[in-house]
């Protein structure tokens, strides 16, 4: 089912009308995806979940009204993306969030962090239709009186990684002074339709110009790079999300840090320049071209916003001729520097050059975008009014069924550059792939990662 204009009334809460907004380009991007409201990107697994443990006694009462506070100030949460022959967005107006509370008596101390990932899990595979308004939900475990779990729930197109950690921030922030605690007022939030204006007005055709011409030439007669996938999506398998985690070796994460600095490089350009030496020993090919997902907010102003801002953008490196892993960190950071001065929204990209995009759409193929979290607002013992709470990062168990990605896999790295601590995971539709051949991907990966990171000045074997 796919929602239309005939659906607003049932969504609409209470009396109050709806507002009608236009789509932003990413909103656009991912109707391309819309497979209707049972799978796909507004499909009901295609979800943010996070999971926080928390110090100290929750009220249930308090943290409902907290919620629905953190509802009425970002308008994301409340908003449906109407697909019908006229596209938009529908702000329903605030309502109270639902929320979950789950005792969890006589788990032993040494076996709750276990126990809150199997929750994550288990909430991760959950069913969230986007017709459920507001599309943010919360639920909270309770192991005893004062260590509980909570996980917010979140269809993904409403949050981006980053907007769900505004929304525990803010959640957080309006809980402790619901019990009483004095804190500093919360940063304006511009709402997500002034991001929409925004974008209208900066990327016009005159705007967009001189950065539509660079990408025309950039990716001129290349694709997006791709794997074979194990079965066809022709076949007709039943697709879930399954996902891989690892934890990566803290010598290697040390090294990464290192030579971001020595460079003048990002991390993620250091282990892009790692990505990109693995896809050329796998496929032959010194020219590659890695999607990755940026942040999409452009400006400062939207810093604060909650929405789904996430923008793909294409990273073409020429390897040839790189005879040391330094070489090729220079590489990937020209590109990078001149991908993200030129950052325009990926509908646009892709429809000037629409070959780049052909193995999305090609039967056998898959493609792996490949990110680095760095979250500015991540929780770790952060103490909000009598409560303390930590985000829960390292995480091992692999998952069946997890929150949807459209098509393909999704390589996401999340960095904690003070503890130089890097976890992750791969996500991939397990109608595509065998959980050995990601497990194989993942092993050779790592292993070039280690080679390449400890040894920067090595002479680098690459495809003549």
């Known amino acids: 089912m796919t929602v239309t204009d005939t659906d607003i009334d049932a969504l609409a809460a209470g009396d109050s009308p709806a507002e009608k907004v236009p789509l932003s380009f990413n909103q656009e991007f991912l109707c391309a995806f819309d497979e209707g409201n049972e799978v796909g990107a507004f499909g009901p697994k295609y979800n943010i979940v996070y999971g926080w443990r928390v110090s100290g006694h929750v009220d249930p009462e308090s943290l409902q009204r907290a919620m629905?506070?953190?509802?009425?100030?970002?308008?994301?949460?409340?908003?449906?993306?109407?697909?019908?022959?006229?596209?938009?967005?529908?702000?329903?107006?605030?309502?109270?969030a639902k929320l979950e509370v789950r005792d969890l008596p006589g788990v032993d101390p040494a076996d709750r962090a276990l126990c809150a990932e199997e929750l994550l899990v288990e909430l991760e595979g959950g069913s969230y239709y986007v017709t459920d308004v507001p599309v943010f939900r919360a639920v909270l475990a309770r192991f005893d009186d004062n260590d509980s779990v909570l996980v917010l729930i979140a269809h993904h197109t409403a949050v981006d990684g980053w907007a769900i950690h505004l929304v525990i921030r803010d959640l957080a922030h309006f809980y402790a002074t619901l019990r009483g605690h004095e804190l500093p007022p919360l940063p304006h939030a511009a709402q997500y339709r002034e991001y929409v204006e925004w974008e209208q007005q900066r990327y016009t055709e005159t705007a967009m110009t001189r950065s539509r011409e660079y990408w025309r030439e950039n990716l001129a007669g290349t694709e997006v790079h791709s794997l074979e996938t194990d079965w066809p999506k022709s076949e007709g398998r039943e697709k879930h999300t399954a996902v891989e985690r690892f934890q990566i070796d803290r010598d290697v994460v040390a090294a990464v840090l290192d030579l971001a600095k020595e460079t003048r490089s990002s991390a993620f350009m250091v282990m892009l320049a790692a990505q990109y030496v693995y896809l050329s020993r796998a496929s032959g090919k010194t020219d590659l071209t890695v999607s990755t997902v940026?942040?999409?907010?452009?400006?400062?102003?939207?810093?604060?916003?909650?929405?789904?801002?996430?923008?793909?953008?294409?990273?073409?490196?020429?390897?040839?001729?790189?005879?040391?892993?330094?070489?090729?960190?220079?590489?990937?950071?020209?590109?990078?520097?001149?991908?993200?001065?030129?950052?325009?929204?990926?509908?646009?990209?892709?429809?000037?050059?629409?070959?780049?995009?052909?193995?999305?759409?090609?039967?056998?193929?898959?493609?792996?975008?490949?990110?680095?979290?760095?979250?500015?607002?991540?929780?770790?013992?952060?103490?909000?009014?009598?409560?303390?709470?930590?985000?829960?990062?390292?995480?091992?168990?692999?998952?069946?069924?997890?929150?949807?990605?459209?098509?393909?896999?999704?390589?996401?790295?999340?960095?904690?550059?003070?503890?130089?601590?890097?976890?992750?995971?791969?996500?991939f539709n397990s109608n595509l792939y065998r959980r050995e051949t990601i497990q194989e991907i993942m092993a050779t990966f790592f292993q070039v990662l280690r080679e390449t990171v400890l040894a920067p000045d090595a002479e680098l074997t690459l495809p003549e």
């Open 294 to 427: 940026a942040s999409g907010r452009g400006t400062a102003r939207f810093q604060e916003t909650v929405g789904s801002f996430f923008n793909f953008l294409p990273l073409r490196t020429e390897l040839a001729g790189c005879g040391t892993f330094r070489e090729v960190i220079k590489a990937a950071r020209a590109t990078c520097l001149r991908a993200y001065s030129n950052q325009i929204p990926f509908a646009q990209v892709m429809g000037d050059t629409p070959a780049f995009g052909r193995p999305w759409f090609t039967d056998g193929l898959a493609v792996f975008p490949f990110q680095v979290f760095q979250f500015p607002y991540v929780m770790e013992r952060e103490v909000v009014g009598d409560l303390e709470l930590s985000e829960i990062r390292t995480r091992t168990l692999p998952q069946e069924d997890g929150a949807d990605i459209p098509d393909g896999a999704l390589w996401t790295l999340d960095l904690n550059a003070e503890s130089c601590e890097l976890v992750g995971g791969l996500q």
């Open 68 to 96: 629905n506070l953190v509802v009425e100030r970002h308008e994301a949460l409340r908003t449906t993306v109407i697909r019908g022959e006229e596209k938009y967005q529908l702000v329903h107006p605030p309502s109270p």
